[in-house]
């Protein structure tokens, strides 16, 4: 059976201002350039970009910012049917980002109360979920109710379907009430997850404990469903773990690096789209990674999602 979608993501879409004068903290800072941003919304913006039949389940704000991300996702390729507008006043997640140095980056988040939270189970659609190969889902979604429900539901619809799912950490502390929950509630969705991918610090956090090792991970993820687990350790590079027991490692690429946000999502965009499309671990490590380096070295990170040329070219140059 043919499916409408290779990938679908669930999770956040919201607004990233980012300052558009570098070298500065944010108290200095006057103007702020906007993008849509929010993992699960970039990944989808990325994976659009290099080709992917892409669908998205989310929740908007009713007011310009939620149809300014509607607008923009829809132009990037996106089928947005299961965009839901929020009709209880739930405004739209706002980061501000601080560009001080490449080394020195931050984000100030207004989460409180915000429309993607409010994603409802009854919203989660069994038929949207069958047309897709992948489901990705990100971890601030499970950060509270009831859109932490919506997840478990939409991944029961997966796994009941056939489909597999894809888990990025995404890690944020704000909107979490402790680290226990979550651990809690991490563990849940990695052990019911095909593939996990995350930084180091993320599956600390997952396992709830600081220092972990990857081979206490993959020893702990392995007695579950995982298949293919990521483990991202920033310049160092990236490896992956396979059920089978193969492990496979690429390094990072050489940029001029402008800020530090957005190579996440960058980075599980082309490494899905390289497994999507045939190609094996190792080449996706190393699509993932060129793919990061290319988003941090611009100034946004939805707008700066790489082309399949781009990422390719990057390689070539420094292989």
């Known amino acids: 059976m043919t499916k409408t979608f290779d990938m679908i993501a669930l999770g956040r879409a919201c607004i990233d201002l ?30 659009a970009k ?11 704000s009713d007011d310009q910012h939620g149809r300014f991300i509607k607008e923009y996702m829809s132009e990037a390729g996106i089928d947005t049917s299961q965009l839901f507008t929020d009709q209880k006043g739930h ?4 980061a501000f980002t601080e560009i001080k140095s490449p080394e020195e980056c931050s984000i100030l988040m207004y989460r409180d109360q915000v429309a993607d939270l409010y994603l409802a189970p009854e919203e989660i659609d069994e038929e949207y979920i069958k047309q897709t190969d992948l489901l990705l889902v990100s971890g601030t979604a499970l950060a509270q109710s009831p859109s932490r429900e919506a997840v478990l539901k939409a991944i029961a619809y997966a796994r009941k379907n056939q489909v597999k799912v894809a888990f990025e950490l995404d890690y944020r502390p704000y909107t979490w009430q402790s680290p226990e929950d979550v651990s809690v509630y991490y563990s849940i969705v990695a052990e019911n997850a095909d593939i996990v991918i995350g930084t180091r610090d993320e599956y600390d956090e997952l396992e709830g ?20 687990i990521v483990i991202k350790h920033g310049v160092k590079g990236s490896y992956a773990y396979t059920k089978k027991g193969e492990t496979y490692q690429a390094g990072s690429y050489k940029t001029k690096v402008l800020k530090t946000f957005g190579a996440g999502d960058s980075y599980a965009a082309a490494f899905l789209y390289a ?5 094996d671990i190792e080449t996706a490590l ?15 990170s939805s707008e700066a999602m790489p082309t399949a040329k781009e990422i390719e070219q990057l390689i070539a140059d420094q292989s």
Do not use: C, W
């Open 18 to 47: 980012n300052a558009v004068e570098y070298d500065r903290p944010m108290e200095e800072t006057m103007t702020f350039k906007k993008y849509v941003g929010g993992s699960p919304a970039n990944i989808a913006i990325g994976s």
């Open 50 to 60: 290099l080709g992917v039949k892409v669908g998205f389940i989310g929740k908007i």
């Open 91 to 94: 405004k739209t997640g706002l």
């Open 209 to 228: 404990k600081k220092g972990g090792t990857n081979q206490a991970t993959t020893d702990y993820l392995f007695q579950h469903r995982p298949e293919l």
């Open 275 to 279: 497994l999507n499309t045939g190609k």
């Open 286 to 300: 190393k699509y993932g990674s060129a793919s990061a380096a290319i988003v941090v070295s611009k100034h946004s």
